[in-house]
């Protein structure tokens, strides 16, 4: 989910930055990611306005999914769960907004979970509609949940890219290391993707290369020409891959794919739409899974061509193939 309310100024403990990568893959030949849509959703909105924002991990024989539902007031993180990864069971709202000094009553979800040692973590945007911050919960079972009292990553400084609003994280952990990529939206209204690393998840370091993903020039008439967020990033074949969401000018949205030997830099690759009636104006919010080989993907899909809410949201399934370029062409 988007945000493009007018926003106010402020940092409240602004992270430090520093000039990182994520650790060096080789690369390798060039290839390029291939996106699959199933024709149906594989959760479905009941009385909820939206189901959007999957987050998938798997924990043994059991998929969990950390999605984010709407009612038409507030957003919420609800929890699914399911033996294949395709038919899910509902378990019911686990995190809400509030009651944390700096949370509103609007948001607690667009979430990004991991599965550790010890239990359950997972990022999540909150704040005033007007700018929203990411904050962390922690678990022992995926269903019982403890925020940090403070956001844990912040808006940039005044003139920043990302000054005016951080939202969307997603989260993945190389040698012992957290890496989270976020939305970040200018002054300008601009929503480009940043990186930021951590030893703890909690204390973070953004990069002072962000955006490491940027929108095109205006008129380019690219699929992410009004905006780009919502990122998931995974790794194989030598690379790292990213899936994003673009925004065009009509406020349709499309998954689109770029990759990198390090993380921070980045080449765009292609976009891809949906063609059911149910995903045919949005196809939104990513998360990946490597799953016994394949490359499974989870994404929200509407057929109201909006940027952030009401869109008849609904959460499908797909698949990403990685393929040469010459068998491309």
């Known amino acids: 989910m988007f945000f493009l309310t007018a926003l106010a100024l402020g940092c409240d403990g602004c992270a430090n930055f520093a000039d990182f990568s994520l650790p060096p893959l080789p690369g390798g ?13 594989v959760l479905t909105r009941e009385q909820e306005a939206d189901i959007l924002n999957p987050s998938v991990v798997r924990d043994g024989a059991t998929y969990y999914n950390f999605y984010s539902a709407f009612d038409g007031h507030t957003w919420f993180t609800a929890l699914a769960t399911s ?13 809400s907004p509030g009651p944390q000094s700096w949370e509103s009553d609007y948001i607690a979800a667009n979430g990004s979970a991991l599965r550790e040692s010890d239990g359950w973590l997972y990022w999540y945007q909150s704040g005033e509609r007007g700018l929203p911050r990411i904050g962390l919960a ?3 079972d ?36 957290f890496y989270i990529y976020y939305l970040g939206q200018n002054r300008a209204r601009q929503q480009q ?85 149910w995903d ?25 061509a909006r940027p952030d809410e009401n869109l008849d949201g609904q959460i499908g399934e797909g698949s990403i193939g990685i393929r040469s370029e010459a068998t491309r062409r």
Request: charged share 25%; proline share 7%.
């Open 29 to 41: 030949p060039a290839v390029t990611a291939n996106v699959l849509f199933l024709a149906t959703p």
């Open 83 to 95: 033996p294949d990864g395709t038919h899910w069971n509902k378990q019911g709202r686990v995190l």
């Open 138 to 140: 922690r678990s022992r």
């Open 142 to 177: 995926g269903r019982n949940w403890t925020k940090v009292t403070a956001p844990v990553l912040p808006p940039g400084p005044r003139g920043a890219w990302d000054e005016k609003g951080v939202a969307d994280p997603y989260v993945l952990k190389r040698n012992g290391e």
């Open 193 to 277: 993707i940043g990186l930021a690393r951590s030893s703890d998840g909690e204390h973070w370091v953004k990069s002072l290369a962000n955006p490491v993903l940027r929108v095109p020039w205006p008129g380019s008439g690219q699929a992410d020409e009004n905006g780009l967020g919502e990122p998931a990033v995974w790794q194989s074949d030598g690379w790292y891959w990213m899936i994003y969401t673009g925004r065009n000018t009509r406020e349709q949205r499309s998954l689109m794919t770029a990759r990198s030997s390090d993380g921070v830099h980045w080449e765009k690759l292609g976009s891809f739409r949906g063609q059911e009636a």
């Open 280 to 304: 045919r104006e949005v196809v939104c919010d990513p998360t990946v899974l490597i799953d016994d080989g394949r490359i499974r993907l989870w994404f929200g899909g509407g057929d109201r």
